[in-house]
DNA sequence: AAAGCGGGGTC
DNA sequence: GACCCAGCTTT
């Protein structure tokens, strides 16, 4: 069975400055986090599930009593529900509780312990779609997996000029698309956190600070033609698979 | 495509 | 009061 899709191609200039600007700005700015001491893919699971529209100051504290109360998958699945969701009813969103305590027992019972290694298999859990399974793919196991989260989905927006507050499935498409376009080969693992930073701390949601943003050269929200800037900063082309 | 889930923070 | 936060599932 061949499916048709589209796939970004953007700018050689645009992309290295992009590329660049960004890595270079996180080895120096970027934040220290619990989360990016470990490639465990348990505990990147737990910190990700918690992340869900949660900010990282909420989830740090949390992040580090949960792990300390389940420190392997086992222990998880072994426990009561009732107990982690003391942990986690908190922070609103109550059902995440429940989906770690699943996908802890999934993991033990249908991966005989192992976590699973693809996005296939990650996105057959409770709880984890598309942002998480390349979070995991890539912060855990380094693959050159995307992401596709709030910050990231508003700094490429921004930057490549598509209208990333559109909920449209088009939209959303050539926004993943290009998110996989631009990760360097074999370093998805800084460079995602580094997308992730920039959105958090620099591309923010309100008053951006593009007077210090290291890649608003290349930048389509202060570029002078933004209506012809799109077309000429990704093109989307047919690709067989 | 849009609603629902939610406590906590900012402006 | 409106908006935002390392989203996902259901309708």
């Known amino acids: 069975m061949k499916r048709i899709k589209y796939h970004a191609v953007v700018d050689s200039g645009l992309l290295d400055i992009f590329q ?30 918690l992340l869900h529209q949660t900010t990282v100051k909420t989830v740090e504290p949390v992040y580090r009593r949960f792990l300390e109360r389940f420190p392997t998958v086992t222990d998880l ?6 107990e982690v969701k003391t942990i ?4 609103g969103y109550k059902i995440r509780g429940q ?3 699943q996908i802890a027992q999934a993991v033990v019972s249908q991966f ?10 990650l996105l057959s859990l409770p709880g984890i779609g598309r942002y998480t399974a390349g979070a995991i793919m890539s912060f855990a196991f380094g693959y050159d997996a995307p ?6 989905n ?15 499935a088009e939209t959303k498409h050539q926004l993943w698309s290009i998110a996989e376009a631009i ?19 620099i591309c923010t949601a309100r008053k951006p600070k593009c007077l210090i943003c290291p890649v608003a050269v290349g930048c389509a929200m202060l570029a002078e033609q933004p209506t012809r800037a799109a077309e000429e900063r990704v093109q989307y082309r047919l690709r067989t698979e």
């Not at 270079?24 to 490639?39: F, I, K, V």
């Not at 699945?77 to 009732?82: E, I, Q, V």
């Not at 986690?88 to 922070?91: M, Q, R, V, W, Y």
């Not at 360097?184 to 959105?199: C, K, T």
């Open 112 to 121: 005989s312990g192992v976590f699973p290694r693809t996005l296939e298999e």
């Open 88 to 91: 986690t009813d908190p922070l």
């Open 183 to 201: 990760v360097p080969s074999g370093q998805a693992r800084e460079f995602n956190n580094a997308l992730m930073d920039m959105g958090a701390m």
């Open 154 to 168: 508003r700094l490429i927006g921004r930057y490549f000029a598509i209208d990333y507050k559109d909920s449209s």
């Open 20 to 49: 660049t600007g960004i890595q270079r700005w996180y080895r120096q700015e970027g934040r220290d986090l619990p989360w990016r001491h470990t490639t465990d893919p348990y505990h990147i699971l737990v910190s990700e599930i």
């Open 147 to 152: 992401i596709l989260d709030t910050n990231v």
């Open 99 to 101: 989906w770690l305590h």
């Open 77 to 82: 699945a072994n426990a009561s529900l009732t």
